[in-house]
Every structure is written in C-alpha cells, then in structure tokens.
C-alpha cells in the first residue's frame, strides 16, 4: 500500500490534474489519455481493486457513479455520452493496484480501448 502510485496521487507526493475531489474521492486527468477526455476516479482509500470491495465499501463505490456523472456534466458530456471502464486483475488488463474507474469522451469510441 505504502508504494501505491495512485495513493501517492493523493496524498499528493505525486502531481496530477485534479478534476474533482471531496473527503473519499479524487478524480484526475490520465497521464496517457486514450480519448480526448480521459478522467481516473479514485476513491482516496486503498482498494486493490473491484475483487476487493467489501460490504462497508458499497455506499462509496455508489457515490463514485454519482461524482463521474456529476464531472461528466461538468466536462459538457452529458448528452453525447462517455464510457466508465474498470480493468479489473491481470486478465482483466489493470495495472495500478488502486482501484479506479476510467471516464472516456470527447470522441465516438472504438470497440476496446484501455
Ligand atoms: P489500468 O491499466 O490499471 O486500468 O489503468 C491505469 C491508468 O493509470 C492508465 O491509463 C495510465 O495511463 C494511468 N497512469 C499511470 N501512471 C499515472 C500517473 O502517474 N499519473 C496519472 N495521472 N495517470 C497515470
Ligand atoms: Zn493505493
């Protein structure tokens, strides 16, 4: 946990551009956009990753939708639409051990792109 990248991000040992962020979540801009909009919503406490939500963790997983939908309107995306991705282990392509939740837009979407 102590060397998490994404824990580091908020703790902010590390820079990043912060779109949004309250108590529980932070959501900033992917270092290597894959679409014209590419946001990362985090929550701040270390969760492995989807595998790893535990009951208590259920009421902020919900909020998490509720602030990408909020940042979605923010970033005028609203109507045209976007896609929320969650890689999830080694078969599922995740590659920071903290969960989060990919925000694409800005285009029309190909068929796999993170
Ligand atoms: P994953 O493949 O684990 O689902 O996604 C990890 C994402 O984190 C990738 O899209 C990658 O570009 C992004 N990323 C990796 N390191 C950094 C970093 O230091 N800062 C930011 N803002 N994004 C990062
Ligand atoms: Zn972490």
């Known amino acids: 946990m102590n060397n998490c990248l994404f824990c580091k991000i908020v703790k902010g040992e590390i820079p990043s551009e912060k779109v949004y962020e309250d108590e529980e979540i932070l959501a900033f801009k992917d270092i290597n956009p894959a679409a ?3 946001i990362l919503v985090i ?3 270390h969760i492995e990753s989807l595998a790893y939500i535990e009951k208590e963790d ?9 602030v990408i939908n909020q940042i979605a309107k923010e970033q005028g995306i609203k109507e045209k639409g976007y896609r929320v991705i969650v890689n999830c282990g080694e078969d599922g392509g995740q590659e920071v051990m903290h969960l989060h939740f990919h925000l694409l837009a800005g285009t029309k979407l190909g068929e796999k792109i993170v």
């Open 43 to 45: 929550p701040k406490k």
């Open 36 to 38: 014209p909009i590419h």
């Open 58 to 66: 259920e009421t902020l997983i919900g909020k998490i939708y509720g």
